[in-house]
């Protein structure tokens, strides 16, 4: 145990002549403790978020254009807003998948999919999920919105003529096949397309899922 000297209590006289006792101990300067933390804290808090500003950006799980292409203008039918082309959602970022309402298997689950996705981003008014028909001769505009709509009420149903139907399948990159029994393969990928009408990434239905996590940071432009 260490001592330490203490100084005797000496007398303060006040104006009314009575006596107080006060203390000229020895007391160490803390305040530069104090200061010394403060600045521990500061050079922390400053390294932290130079740490965050230059942090890459994380990898997104979509594959990207090399060269993005333009959604084209090919007119297609929505039963309430009428006549329209994929340019006409330029300002908004589009979800486009091309599907088909009698399909028994991928089209509702990635509906539900990109529901859950949209769900999980607070439904942002700035994205546009939209479902482009690949049967336009069973699927009118209005069964077309009317299927989509199940699964969430802001998304976008489109159907059109067989020809303009082919022509928007085409300009993305999608392949169809009706089968005997009236059913369709067809590609099944979710085509990201900016809010300047360019295509700029693709998700397979392994990758969709992580569109809950690229979303932002491609709503943020930090990297298509």
Known sequence: MRWREVRPVRSVRTGSNRQLPSYTGDVKPRWRTLVFILLLFGAGAGAYNLGVFFRPPPELSG?????????????????TLGEMSLEDFQGDTVLLFFGYTRCPDVCPFTLARLAKVYRELDDPAEVKVVMV??????????????YVESFHPDF???SGGNAQVAEVAKTFFIGSSQLPDGLYTHTDMVVVVDSKGFMRRVYGQDRVPHLSEDLPVLLAGRDW
Do not use: S
Request: aromatic share 2%; net charge negative; charged share 15%.
């Open 63 to 79: 594959t990207a254009f090399e060269t993005p292409l333009p959604v084209g203008n090919a007119p297609l039918m929505h039963p």
């Open 133 to 146: 028909t690949i049967d336009p001769g069973h699927d009118t505009p209005e069964i077309t919105q009317r």
């Open 156 to 158: 976008i149903g489109l």
